[in-house]
């Protein structure tokens, strides 16, 4: 349980569109203190100010909340490129840390955070929010309890028409949603993965890309994002030989739905039919309650049970690193057209109880 009687005094780094979103939820929490809000933006530290009255301080600086004595923990929420220099900068000055995803594009430095959080006893937490989604958590009740019998394979589909980033490409951008939901609920990583992807908009950033992760037990997880695309798509498919689960982020009404169909083997069969059969598995098209709950919510009271009181997370510097060594391995690959590279670190993530 929290310890009622703490209250975790933070600054934030970055209220763009979607920093926004993140203070309003850490603003909200009962036992986050909100002392000072940073933005290089002067407009859009005044649009912090006219749309959630926070009464903090305001400045411009990183290096003043780094500074400041009373600040806690730290939450960024800036362009990638910006992660490793501001989350270092944070740890450095004795803070915990909140950072969005992904915390670095470089094994090296992502590993370097890691053991610098260790090293200071601090807690390092990065925004994977769909860890925090009530329907990925269905999803992985469902794989869980064995209703989909075994997974053959995963498919998932992030696609839009803009925004387009100047610092990353959509593979950094987009898809590390994708790879930290497989790798939860797999609770795996990958052993190899290959990637190809083109850059149409001449920036030399991917504007597109198709992702193909190879798990153990012969899963296989295929991604494609892309920011060029006018079909807006959110949807992630889980193949099993008993049954499919798909989830539909931008269906409001029905984000999960559950398909008893799929295809196996039959135990016995006579001889004359030869080594196996195949078996067809046709039943119901379900659609499971979800709770309707934000995952910011979710996630900010997280960082909070971390801080506060210890209590263990999937978004640790773990597995942030994970990800980051998936995503560095698919852009090694991207720029050998497709060849498969295999992953840096291929530790089994632990299951959270």
């Known amino acids: 349980m929290i310890n009622t009687n703490s209250k975790i005094s933070i600054g934030v780094i ?23 809000i940073c933005d290089a933006s002067e407009p859009a530290l005044t649009r912090a100010k ?6 903090c301080e305001y400045v411009t600086d990183p290096a003043k909340i780094m500074d400041h004595p009373d600040i806690d923990a730290v939450v960024i929420i800036t362009p990638t490129e910006t992660h490793f220099k501001l989350t270092k900068a944070a740890l450095e000055a004795g803070k915990h840390v909140y950072c969005e995803k992904p915390l670095t594009t470089d094994r090296v430095s992502c590993r370097l955070l890691k053991d610098l959080a260790k090293a200071r006893d601090l807690k390092l937490m990065t925004g994977f929010t769909f860890l925090f989604n009530t329907g990925i958590a269905k999803v992985k009740e469902l794989i869980s309890s064995g209703n989909l019998g075994d997974i053959y394979y995963l498919t998932s589909t992030r696609t839009h028409l803009g925004l387009i980033r100047e610092d990353v490409s959509s593979l950094w951008d987009l898809a590390p949603h994708d790879v930290s939901i497989m790798n939860y609920l797999l609770e795996a990583v990958p052993e190899k993965v290959s990637a190809v992807g083109a850059s ?3 920036h030399n950033r991917a ?3 198709f992702i193909n992760l190879f798990y153990p037990g012969g899963i296989i997880g295929q991604i494609h994002v892309s920011w060029l695309n006018s079909s807006k798509e959110r949807l992630l498919k889980i193949i099993g030989s008993k049954a499919r689960v798909e989830f ?25 039919f030869g080594g196996f059969k195949h078996l067809l598995r046709d039943g119901d098209i379900l659609s499971p309650r979800i709770e309707s709950k934000e995952p910011l919510a979710t996630m900010t009271d997280a960082f909070v049970r971390l801080v506060l009181d210890n209590e263990k997370t999937i978004a640790d510097a773990d597995f942030a690193c994970a990800v980051t060594n998936v995503l560095a391995a698919a852009h090694e690959s991207l720029y050998k057209l497709g060849a498969p590279v295999d992953i840096v ?9």
Do not use: C
């Open 50 to 55: 006219l749309m959630l009255h926070i009464e």
């Open 248 to 272: 539909d982020d931008l269906n409001m009404l029905e984000p999960v739905r559950f398909f008893q169909k799929g295809i196996g083997f039959a135990q016995h069969v006579e001889p004359e």
């Open 200 to 202: 149409p908009l001449s």
């Open 14 to 36: 970055g209220v763009g569109h979607w920093g926004l979103n993140i203070l309003r939820n850490f603003a909200n929490h009962p036992l986050i203190r909100i002392a000072a």
């Open 207 to 209: 504007d597109f890309g």
């Open 345 to 353: 670190s291929n530790t089994i993530i632990q299951k959270i109880l």
